[in-house]
């Protein structure tokens, strides 16, 4: 039993000697419930910020000013939990005069500035970049601008960034850390993980054909003048080509003034009508007496029957002398003439117009004509016209209506301010020929006008440019035709812009069609190895020491109430590989050194630790496996940049055999590689180990090599004997 106490205790003392060092809690000072430290060595903003966040805590933000004068005092400045996350680029150049505007400021929490505490130097913040900078129209530092804030030893803050002519690029500066409770152990003292605040490329990234990064060159990544990220290696031309789409039009109005001269406007109207005749041609040298349907068709024109025909009596002086012939009675309210030639005798109404040979007359009169030629039988009509016929319009005669009645018209009148004329056909008609402006004009003047009201349309492009600068360029920008050849709907242009009418030049890289093109020494260039920020790493990581558990037998009033664990282990891990690494290996038997050294990148505390563990022949470490901790985005692709291996340590290499010979007896797993199982035994998983069965051998060797070789065999033998009779005593379960 004497045994099993003195082993308790030497186990319980050797896993106390495993707890890491607290004594850089010496450097967090309180202030206002929180804890504030600075770090050891000058830090990139971006890196300040994950070393505090992997500590659970981050970059102090001052609230008011006794904390902003705490921290001022205590530390004396550095960097602060404030930055711009858009980089924005309101710059403001070197030598002017600019209003400095801290609005694109947020806190690592996410705040905006804007009703947080403040206290910028005069002119801060200026987002300043200075003329050397930029040369040639390439940008000489990366990101261009100023957008972290620090704060100096009189508490005063102002915005800092990368600059071409300081040394100090990319910029590095102490940084103040806060944690809102206790932390129980400093953080590590050496920055080990790559600055990604300026996004990287590495050379064995093209087109996802690396599934492992190793051995390819690193570069910084660097913008161009639009702020287009670029690689710096392997440069090519790209291939330019266009964008398109229709655009949109945008309506407006506009007036113009149209002139004519008068124009010639004639209108007509029908003639008076007093003298219509209708003329039958009637030859007494060939006819005894004028056909009696003759008069008839007279009477008929003039709007009579004609059907009242008479016997005629031919008086001759005081004898009477009674000669049959015939005569129609003019039924009509016309008077008509019969007669030869230009002598005529009028029948009226009621009357009977008679023919005799080579006379004609009015029988009721007793009136005749003598027949010195051929007798004519003549109507002569009212003002009204039987037969009105309209005549086109023809060369310089206006189209008209004319009185188509057959005989002579020549007794046609025109109203008062008409003219009469003769048509092509003889007839008369009546015109009225004036000068006048035409429809929808006003005289003005001597002139016509009329203002006539329009619409046109002008193409437009959105305003927007690309990521290389370039904007939508319209093809056709429509406009004002100043009123000429308007469309039926009285507009210059149709509303629809013309298909594909906006055009917006672009450079696409060849090597692939989603890296951006960069404006690199005056022409459009693309690198096949694309650029990657901390938003483009998958952190795959576990919490190391999550599976771990803490021996907790002893409680510091000595009473035992918790879970004892004997030969208690802890997870410890190393990086095997990192792109970060440089191809340097954090898990060597020895510090970490070459160029990753030299370039302050250098392995953890705690794996440097872990390699003094696993040192010569006191290895006190047992090998758990490798995972990928960390990869890469690249499209749909991921790669793995990194490699971590686990090791499950104890507090000797005693301990180490008796997990490795024992845990197979129990069945016990050591876990994965990212949940290791580093547990010690209870009491009662320690009482069923068979000692018998666990290969002491590494442990007999090293404590012979600890005996003096001139100490006589025997006692070696005896040692040996006590030892394995030790182990029959403890082991076994009995």
Not at 380 to 393: E, F, G, I, L, M
Not at 637 to 642: E, F, G, M, R, V
Not at 669 to 682: H, I, L, M, V
């Amino acid at each position: 039993m004497q045994y099993i106490t003195y082993f308790l205790l030497l186990f319980v003392f050797s896993v106390n000697s495993l707890a890491l060092s607290c004594d850089a809690l010496s450097e967090f000072k309180e202030y206002g419930g929180k804890y504030y430290a600075i770090s050891s060595k000058k830090l990139t903003w971006n890196a300040a910020k994950i070393i505090a966040e992997n500590n659970g805590g981050y970059l102090a933000i001052p609230d008011d000013h006794n904390e902003n004068q705490f921290l001022a005092k205590t530390f004396g400045g550095g960097w602060i939990g404030f930055y711009d996350p858009n980089y924005s680029n309101n710059y403001c150049n070197e030598g002017a005069v600019c209003t400095p505007n801290y609005n694109r400021f947020r806190t690592v929490k996410n705040e905006p500035i804007t009703n947080k505490y403040k206290n910028f130097a005069t002119g801060e913040p200026n987002n300043i970049i200075y003329q050397d900078d930029i040369i040639d129209g390439k940008a000489m530092v990366s990101p261009l601008g100023e957008h972290w804030v620090a704060m100096g030893q009189n508490g005063k803050w102002g915005d800092f960034g990368n600059h071409a002519r300081e040394n100090n690029n990319p910029i590095r500066m102490y940084a103040l850390f806060e944690f809102d409770s206790k932390p129980e152990c400093a953080p590590p003292t050496g920055v080990s993980e790559m600055d990604y605040s300026v996004k990287k490329c590495q050379t064995q990234v093209y087109d996802f054909t690396a599934g492992i990064l190793s051995n390819g060159v690193i570069f910084d990544c660097l913008k161009d003048i639009y702020g287009n990220e670029y690689c710096p290696d392997s440069l090519a031309p790209c291939a330019q080509e266009w964008d398109y789409y229709d655009g949109y039009s945008v309506q407006k109005f506009g007036e113009v003034v149209d002139k004519t001269s008068q124009v010639e406007e004639c209108e007509t109207t029908k003639p008076n009508v007093t003298g219509v005749y209708t003329d039958e041609w009637w030859n007494c040298d060939t006819c005894g007496s004028m056909p009696i349907d003759k008069l008839q068709e007279t009477i008929r024109k003039a709007g009579g029957t004609g059907n009242t025909v008479v016997d005629v009596e031919e008086r001759r002086g005081f004898n009477v002398y009674v000669r049959k012939n015939r005569g129609v009675l003019n039924d009509s309210a016309t008077t008509i003439q019969v007669g030869v030639n230009d002598a005529y005798v009028n029948v009226g109404p009621g009357e009977i117009a008679a023919v005799l040979y080579k006379k004609v007359g009015n029988a009721t009169t007793d009136t005749w004509k003598s027949a010195g030629g051929k007798p004519w039988i003549r109507l002569k009509a009212s003002t009204q016209c039987s037969n009105w016929v309209w005549y086109p319009p023809a060369k310089k005669i206006p189209g008209h209506w004319y009185c188509a009645d057959s005989g002579l018209n020549g007794s046609a009148t025109c109203p008062a301010g008409y003219t009469q004329g003769t048509n092509n056909l003889g007839y008369a008609y009546c015109y009225n020929c004036y000068l006048t402006c035409p429809s929808g004009y006003s005289l003005n003047g001597n002139t016509c006008q009329k203002t006539i009201s329009y619409s046109y349309y002008e193409y437009k492009c959105n305003s927007d440019t690309n990521s290389q600068g370039f904007h939508w360029i319209p093809q056709e920008t429509g406009g004002d035709c100043n009123g000429v050849n308007l469309l039926p709907n009285g507009s210059c242009n149709s509303a629809t812009p013309p298909k594909n009418n906006c055009k917006r030049e672009k450079f696409l890289c060849q090597a692939n069609n989603d890296r951006p093109c960069s404006y690199v020494d005056n022409k459009w260039q693309c690198s096949p190895f694309p650029c990657f920020g901390e938003d483009s790493i998958e952190d795959l990581d576990t919490k190391v020491g999550a599976t771990d558990s803490l021996d907790k037998g002893f409680n510091d009033d000595g009473t035992c109430s918790g879970q004892i664990r004997l030969f208690n282990g802890k997870d410890m891990r190393c990086r095997s590989f990192g792109w970060e690494l440089l191809g340097e290996n954090c898990c060597k038997k020895w510090k970490l050194g070459g160029i990753a050294e030299f370039l302050g990148i250098t392995c953890k505390e705690d794996e440097i630790a872990l390699s003094k563990y696993r040192e010569d022949t006191k290895d006190k470490s047992h090998y758990i496996g490798e995972y990928c901790s960390k990869k890469l985005k690249v499209g749909f692709a991921k790669i793995c940049i990194q490699k971590k291996k686990t090791y499950c340590v104890f507090n000797s290499k005693l301990a180490r055999i008796i997990h490795e010979n024992g845990r197979p007896q129990l069945n016990i797993q050591w876990g994965s590689a990212k949940a290791p199982n580093c547990k010690g035994f209870t009491p009662e998983e320690f009482q069923k180990l068979d000692f018998s069965k666990i290969d002491m051998s590494e442990f007999y060797n090293d404590i012979q090599k600890g005996i003096s070789k001139s100490i006589d065999a025997k006692i070696g033998t005896t040692i040996q004997q006590k030892v394995n009779s030790f182990g029959s005593n403890i082991g076994g379960g009995n």
